[in-house]
C-alpha cells in the first residue's frame, strides 16, 4: 500500500498547479438545444482571444476565465449542432441555444493513429457513448458492452469477482487460433481492464481491412480503440465524484428438492431398474418432519452457503488547465465480494494523471501516468469456484453440512462450508504501472506538415500465493449418544506454493503527419515507425506436507527435498512496424485512402518473420451531389467500400526452432547424466495469419439527425491458419512435429445501427438505437485423416468452428413395442426401454455406432448479437435501458444439470423431476434410474442434451435525478438507481444461457446499486 500512497500524495502535489490559475473575471453560462431545452453536456465552448476552452458539465453549465475587459467572444461548438460566435461579458450569465446541424461533418471519430471527420470516413468504425459506460453497476468494463455497439459479439460465461471479463469478438469468430480483438489505449496496447470508466474520452470499434491494417500484425480480428480523458484550457478547476454501492445475487440458480422429495425420487428410480426401494415410509416421514436431523436431515446447501455479495465503486477525477497546462487525474477504487460472502474480495485501485505543456506556438508536451493495484482473496481449494460448487452439488439434501451439535458433515473427503472457509487462501497481488512520454512539434514552414514522438514503458508485476490447509470433518455413526469418526479434508497436510511473474514492454512511436487542403482538394498523409520489446520472466516454487502451519517458503515447514519444487523461465519478444497512411478527398464527396504496414515479428524464423499488410478503400457522399438538393430530409448519405490484408499472431511463438526435452537419467563412467530427446520438429516457415476482408456499406441521416442508419456487409477469408498436423500423423513416427500454415476459414455476416433522437417538447426527449450483428463462419481447410475428410456427417470442412457432432436424438421410446420395431435396439447389449432417448439410425443399417454420427445444433458463442439502447429525459430526470439478446446459439445439458443423482448419490434439482412416466410422456428428461450417469445409452452425446442459448436480458436500466446548483460551488448533483442483468427472457428458464455446459461455474450476477454523481 506504500506505493500506492505515493503516488497519490504525487497526484495530489500537482493541484496546486491548476488550482492557481483562473483567478480573474469569469464567463458563465448554460448551453442548450433550441427545440427541446434539454441541458448539452459535454459541448465545447472558447475564449477566442486567448484560445481557451472548456466544456460544459451534466446541466449544460460552463465557466472560463476571460481576464480584464468588458466584451469577449466565445465560439461555441458540439458534434451534430451547428456552431455559434457570440459576444458576452463577464460575471454575466447566459442561455445559449444550439441548433441541430443539417449533417453531421464537425463529428470527429478515433482511429489508428490519430481522428478523423465522420463524414470523411472510408472504412467501417462504430462508436460506444463513453457515458454509457458508468451507468451499470459493474466491476468490468467488458460487461457493458454487448448490445451497445454493431460489430460486438458479446458473451459472459462468469460472475466471479476479478474473473468475470467477457469473451468479445468483433464480427464473430474468424480463426480457429487467437480471436481476441486488440485493445489500443492511448495509442498503445494495453489490457481492458488497465482503464477505469470513468476515464474514457472515447471509444472506437474498427472492424474493416481499412480501418486495421495500420496495425497490421495484429488487425485480423479488429480492434478496440480507446483514448482517454485530458485537461482544458478553460482557466478553471473542475471536481467529479461518482460512486455506488451495489449488492448482487445469482441471475439463475437450479432449485432443489427437499429430501423428502430426493428420496422419493431415488425410490422411482429403483423401482425403474426392478430393485428395492432405498427409503422406506418411516424414513420418508423422518425426512418431511425433520424429527431426527442428524441421521435424516433437509439439508439446503444454497442458503447455508450462498449470501448477498457487494459492489463498492468510487472515482473521483480532477480537471483544470490555462495557456501553458492542462491536467487531467483520477483515483478510483472498486471492492466486490462473492456470492459466497467476503472469503471471495476482489480490490482494485487505479490512479490517471494526463498532464499536457504547450511549451511554445508550435511544440507539445505531454506525460500520462496509468497505476493499478489488483489485490484479491479467494478460498484456497483448488479448482476454484468449479470445485466449491461441485462440492456443494455432489451433496444431496439427505446430507447435513453441519451436525446438530456444531460438527462439520464430511463426505467423500469433502465439506463445501469448510472448502469455503477453512480449506486456507488464493491471494494475488498484481501492480501495473504505464507510462506515456509525448512530444509534437509543428513545423511553421511547412503548412500542415507535423512530427510527433511517443514513448511508454509499462511494467506489470504478479505475485500469486497458495495456502492449502487441510480441515476436520466427521461422519456420524448410530449410538447412545451417537459417536463420531473423523477425517481430513482438502489436503493431508498444508501446503505452498508461490509465483512471481514480471512483465516489461517498450513500445516506441516515431510519426510524421501532414494535412492540408488546397481548394476543394484536401490531402492527409500519415507515416509510422514502432518498434517494441517485450520481456517477461516467472519464477515459481512450492512446498508440500508443511510439518507446521506456517505459509512461508523457509525450513519451517517440510525441509524434504521431495517436497519441494521450483520452476521458472524467461523470453523477450521484438517487433517493428512501418505504417502508411494516404487519403485523398475531393469537394469532401469523393474519398479514397491507402493504409498499410510492414511488419517483422520476432516469433518467427529470418526467412519469414517480415510481412506486408495494406487495404484500399474509399466512399462517395451522394448527399454533396447537386442533384440530391431536392432531398431536404436527407442530411447525409454515404456509400463506402475497403479491401485489405491484414494479420494474426495466432500460436506459440518459436516454432521454427528444434525443441527439446530433458529424459531420465543415464550412467557414463558412473557418472549420473540427464538425457535430451527431441519433443518437435520445427516448422521453419511457419509465418502470421492472413485475413483478406471486404466490406462494403452506407451511411444515411436524416432531418437534421433525428433517424440515422449505418449498414455493413463484410467478408473475411482467413488463410495460413496455424493448425497441429498430428490429425494425420501416424503413431510410429515417434516425435511431434510444428504447426503448420494450412488452415483455411471464412467468416461473412452484416451489422447495422439504427439511431434517433426525438425532442417532444422543452420538457420531455426521447432517444432510442437498435444494432444488430450476424457473423457465420465456415472451415473451409483443415487437417483431417482421410476417413474423416471423406464423410460429409464427420468432416469439419464446411462447417462452423466448433460444430458439435453427435447423434440426432428423436425424443423418448413411448413403449416396448416402438423398441422392436427399432432395428437398431437388437444390436445393442443393454436393451433401452420405454423413456430412454431414441436415436436416429443415419444410414439405415440396423445398428447404432459412429457412421450415424452427424452435426447437432449451433456452436456454443453465438451468430446473432443485438440490442437496444433506449433513453427517456424528462426536466431533470432520466431514465436509460440496455436490451441485449443473442441467437442461433446452442448449449449442451451436462453434469448436476443433466443428471439428478449424479455420481450415484449427488444432488437433484426441481427440473428433474419432469421425468418420463407412463403419465407423463412428453417429459423433458429421460426415465429417472438410481444413477442416470451410469446410463451410458441415454448419455451418448447427441441432440436430446442440447438446448437453446437465445436469450434476450434486460442488462441495464439506470434511474437519475439531477439538482443543478444546489449551493454555491456545487455545479450538479446527480441520485441515481441503476441494475444489471435485471430480467432475462429465454426458452430454457432452470439454467442461464450463457453458461459454460456444466454446473460447475461461477454463475452470473444480477446487480442493484444506488450511487451519486457531483460536481464541483
Same mark, same amino acid.
Given at each position: ?7 497519490? *500524495? ?122 454509457? *459506460? ?26 466471479? /469477482? ?22 489500443? $489505449? ?88 426392478? *430393485? ?167 513545423? #511553421? ?35 447412545? /449418544? ?252 515417434? $516425435? ?95 436393451? #433401452? ?92 428428461? #429421460?426415465?429417472? *434410474?438410481?444413477? #442416470? ?30 439538482? /443543478? ?52
Amino acid at each position: 500500500m506504500s506505493f500506492l500512497k505515493r503516488l497519490l *500524495l504525487l497526484w495530489l502535489l500537482t493541484l496546486p498547479t491548476i488550482m492557481s490559475v483562473g483567478q480573474s473575471s469569469a464567463l458563465r453560462g448554460r448551453v442548450v438545444d433550441s427545440k427541446s431545452g434539454q441541458p448539452l453536456p459535454g459541448v465545447t465552448v472558447t475564449l477566442k482571444a486567448t484560445n481557451q476552452s472548456t466544456t460544459t458539465d451534466d446541466t449544460g453549465q460552463f465557466s472560463i476565465s476571460s481576464g480584464s475587459g468588458t466584451t469577449f467572444r466565445i465560439s461555441v461548438s458540439y458534434v451534430g449542432y451547428s456552431s455559434q460566435e457570440l459576444s458576452v461579458k463577464p460575471n454575466q450569465e447566459i442561455t445559449i441555444q444550439l441548433m441541430a446541424a443539417e449533417n453531421m461533418q464537425d463529428e470527429v471519430v478515433v482511429v489508428a493513429y490519430g481522428s478523423q471527420k465522420k463524414t470523411s470516413l472510408t472504412s467501417s468504425v462504430a462508436t460506444v457513448n463513453a457515458k454509457k *459506460l458508468t451507468d451499470a453497476p459493474t466491476a468490468n468494463i467488458t460487461n457493458t458492452l454487448g448490445g451497445r455497439a454493431p460489430g460486438i459479439l458479446f458473451k459472459q460465461s462468469s460472475g466471479e /469477482p476479478g474473473y468475470d471479463e467477457a469473451t468479445i469478438r468483433i464480427r464473430g469468430i474468424g480463426t480457429i487460433g487467437n480471436a481476441n480483438a486488440l485493445i489500443i $489505449i492511448d495509442g498503445v496496447e494495453r489490457p481492458l481492464s488497465s482503464v477505469d470508466p470513468h476515464d474514457i474520452e472515447s471509444f472506437s470499434i474498427l472492424k474493416d481491412a481499412a480501418s486495421v491494417a495500420p496495425y497490421g500484425v495484429r488487425g485480423a480480428n479488429g480492434i478496440v480503440l480507446i483514448t482517454t480523458k485530458r485537461g482544458t484550457a478553460s482557466g478553471k478547476f473542475s471536481v467529479n465524484y461518482d460512486g455506488k454501492t451495489g449488492w448482487s445475487r445469482p441471475v439463475t440458480l437450479p432449485k432443489t428438492l427437499s429430501s423428502f422429495e430426493w428420496a422419493t425420487l431415488k425410490n422411482e428410480g429403483a423401482r425403474n431398474e426392478g *430393485l428395492s426401494e432405498p427409503y422406506d415410509a418411516e424414513d420418508l416421514q423422518k425426512f418431511k418432519d425433520g424429527s431426527d436431523p442428524d441421521f435424516y436431515a433437509n439439508e439446503n446447501g444454497v442458503k447455508r452457503l450462498l449470501k448477498t455479495g457487494r459492489l463498492h465503486q468510487h472515482n473521483l477525477s480532477v480537471t483544470g488547465g490555462n495557456k501553458t497546462i492542462n491536467f487531467y487525474g483520477s483515483v478510483g477504487y472498486v471492492d466486490q465480494t462473492a456470492m459466497w460472502g467476503s472469503v471471495t474480495n476482489f480490490k482494485r485501485y487505479t490512479i490517471r494523471s494526463n498532464v499536457d505543456f504547450r511549451i511554445s506556438e508550435n511544440t507539445k508536451a505531454g506525460i500520462d501516468y496509468t497505476g493499478i493495484f489488483r489485490d484479491a482473496k479467494y478460498p484456497g481449494a483448488a479448482g476454484g469456484p468449479g470445485f466449491i460448487l461441485f462440492g456443494l452439488w455432489r451433496l444431496n439434501p439427505t446430507n447435513p453440512i453441519f451436525y446438530q451439535d456444531g460438527k462439520p458433515a464430511g463426505y467423500f473427503e469433502r465439506n463445501p462450508y469448510l472448502d469455503l472457509y477453512e480449506s486456507g487462501y488464493f491471494k494475488e497481488d498484481d501492480y501495473s504501472q504505464y507510462v506515456t512520454l509525448k512530444l509534437e512539434q509543428k513545423i #511553421p514552414f511547412v503548412k500542415g506538415l507535423v512530427l510527433r514522438g511517443n514513448f511508454s514503458i509499462d511494467k506489470t508485476e504478479e505475485l500469486d500465493k497458495q495456502w492449502r490447509t487441510p480441515y476436520t470433518f466427521y461422519e456420524i455413526r448410530p449410538g447412545t /449418544p451417537p459417536t463420531y469418526i473423523s477425517g481430513k479434508g482438502n489436503v493431508p497436510k498444508p501446503s505452498l506454493s508461490e509465483r512471481y511473474n514480471s512483465y516489461r514492454r517498450l513500445n516506441t512511436q516515431v510519426m510524421v503527419a501532414f494535412n492540408r487542403a488546397f481548394k476543394e482538394h484536401q490531402v492527409d498523409v500519415l507515416g509510422v515507425f514502432e518498434p517494441r520489446v517485450d520481456n517477461y520472466r516467472d519464477f515459481g516454487a512450492g512446498r508440500t506436507n508443511y510439518e507446521l502451519f506456517i505459509d512461508e517458503l523457509s525450513n519451517s515447514g517440510n525441509s524434504n527435498a521431495a517436497d519441494r519444487t521450483n520452476s521458472g523461465g524467461s523470453s523477450k519478444i521484438t517487433q517493428v512496424g512501418y505504417v502508411y497512411k494516404a487519403g485523398y478527398n475531393f469537394a469532401s464527396k469523393y474519398f479514397f485512402e491507402a493504409a498499410g504496414r510492414y511488419d517483422g515479428q520476432s516469433y518467427f524464423s529470418p526467412v519469414a518473420k517480415y510481412a506486408f499488410f495494406p487495404s484500399f478503400s474509399g466512399a462517395w457522399r451522394v448527399s454533396e451531389e447537386s442533384f440530391m438538393k431536392n432531398f431536404a430530409a436527407i442530411s447525409n448519405l454515404k456509400i463506402r467500400g475497403s479491401w485489405g490484408i491484414v494479420g494474426n499472431l495466432a500460436d506459440q511463438s518459436f516454432q521454427y526452432l528444434r525443441l527439446y526435452g530433458l529424459g531420465s537419467t543415464y550412467l557414463f563412467n558412473n557418472i549420473a547424466n540427464a538425457s535430451v530427446y527431441e519433443v518437435r520438429e520445427p516448422s521453419p516457415r511457419i509465418t502470421w495469419e492472413k485475413a483478406i476482408k471486404t466490406d462494403i456499406g452506407f451511411e444515411l441521416s436524416m432531418w437534421g439527425g433525428k433517424l440515422n442508419l449505418e449498414f455493413d456487409y463484410f467478408s473475411e477469408k482467413r488463410n495460413d491458419m496455424l493448425i497441429a498436423s498430428t490429425a494425420i500423423l501416424p503413431a510410429e513416427y515417434g $516425435i511431434g512435429i510444428g504447426q503448420e500454415n494450412t488452415g483455411k476459414m471464412e467468416n461473412r455476416g452484416i451489422d447495422f445501427k439504427i439511431s434517433s433522437f426525438y425532442p417532444v417538447s422543452k420538457q420531455l426527449s426521447l432517444s432510442g438505437a437498435f444494432n444488430f450483428t450476424y457473423a457465420k463462419n465456415k472451415i473451409i481447410n483443415i487437417n483431417e485423416s482421410e476417413s474423416i475428410r471423406a464423410n460429409p456427417n464427420r468432416t469439419q470442412i464446411g462447417k462452423p468452428f466448433n460444430q458439435p457432432f453427435g447423434y440426432q436424438a428423436l425424443g423418448l421410446f413411448q413403449s416396448q413395442e416402438e423398441i422392436e420395431k427399432t432395428p437398431y435396439t437388437g444390436s445393442l447389449a443393454n436393451k #433401452p426401454k420405454p423413456g430412454d432417448v431414441k436415436y436416429a439410425d443415419i444410414n439405415n443399417d440396423g445398428k447404432l455406432n459412429a457412421d450415424d454420427i452427424v452435426p447437432i445444433g449451433k456452436p456454443n458463442f453465438p451468430e446473432i448479437i443485438y440490442g437496444f439502447e433506449g433513453g427517456i429525459a424528462i426536466q431533470n430526470l432520466t431514465i436509460d435501458m440496455l436490451w441485449q439478446g443473442a441467437a442461433n446459439v446452442n448449449y449442451y445439458l451436462s453434469g448436476w444439470a443433466a443428471l439428478p443423482f449424479n455420481q450415484s448419490n449427488g444432488t437433484a434439482f426441481r427440473h428433474h423431476t419432469d421425468v418420463w412416466r407412463p403419465d407423463n410422456t412428453g417429459a423433458e428428461f #429421460p426415465r429417472i *434410474l438410481t444413477n #442416470p450417469g451410469a446410463n451410458a445409452y441415454n448419455n451418448f452425446t447427441s441432440s436430446f442434451w442440447q438446448r437453446s442459448g437465445n436469450y434476450l436480458r434486460l442488462k441495464t436500466l439506470s434511474v437519475g435525478y439531477s439538482f /443543478p446548483r444546489l449551493v454555491k460551488g456545487l455545479n450538479n448533483l446527480k441520485l441515481y438507481a441503476a441494475g444489471q442483468n435485471l430480467l432475462t427472457f429465454t426458452k430454457t428458464k432452470y439454467w442461464d444461457p450463457e453458461s459454460p455446459n456444466t454446473t460447475d461455474y461461477y454463475y452470473q450476477e444480477r446487480v442493484i446499486s444506488v450511487g451519486a454523481t457531483v460536481n464541483f
